[in-house]
């Protein structure tokens, strides 16, 4: 058994081979091998949504100037910027998304991040705090109004 912190404990295929009458385990599988296992086992839907999601978090970081990846951006900065999307979400027709849907949004960003290699966890990390504490109030506002 091996540990990777973003892959948890996971074991390895071996092969055996034979150098002078002695078997020598080789490891036939590399961190490659298993992410792109784990790309095969994702949901197709979840990946689009993401997707989808992630594009219009990159759409509003346009539209509010700033020219970096989000994968580049210091936590600090992106933990701003993800608060302020999700306050600035809304259906087209002006109306506020359900709790729910706010969180899918977040979720989508938190999702990306270690897809690309980021080790940031928006959900977890104390990077993150103000933007998950903006969400909380945010969905603890609409279930009393909308809902």
Not at 70 to 83: Q, S, W, Y
Not at 122 to 147: G, M, N, Y
Request: charged share 30%.
């Amino acid at each position: 058994m091996l540990f990777d912190e973003n892959f948890g404990t996971f074991e390895l295929e071996y092969s055996m081979i034979t150098l002078e009458s002695s078997p020598v385990p080789l490891v036939t599988k590399n961190i490659k091998d298993f992410k792109a296992y784990i790309e095969t086992k994702k949901s197709v839907t979840t990946v689009q949504k993401t997707n989808s999601l992630v594009s219009k978090f990159n759409h509003f970081l346009l539209e509010n100037n700033v020219k970096q990846d989000m994968l580049t951006l210091p936590p600090p900065e992106l933990d701003v910027l993800i608060g302020s999307y999700i306050l600035s979400l809304e259906k087209d027709n002006g109306e506020p998304y359900e709790p729910d849907t706010l969180t899918s949004y977040h979720r989508a960003i938190d999702r990306h991040l270690p897809d690309n290699d980021d080790p940031s966890n928006i959900v977890q990390d104390v990077e993150f705090r103000t933007s998950r504490k903006v969400l909380e109030a945010i969905r603890k506002e609409l279930k009393q109004t909308v809902l």
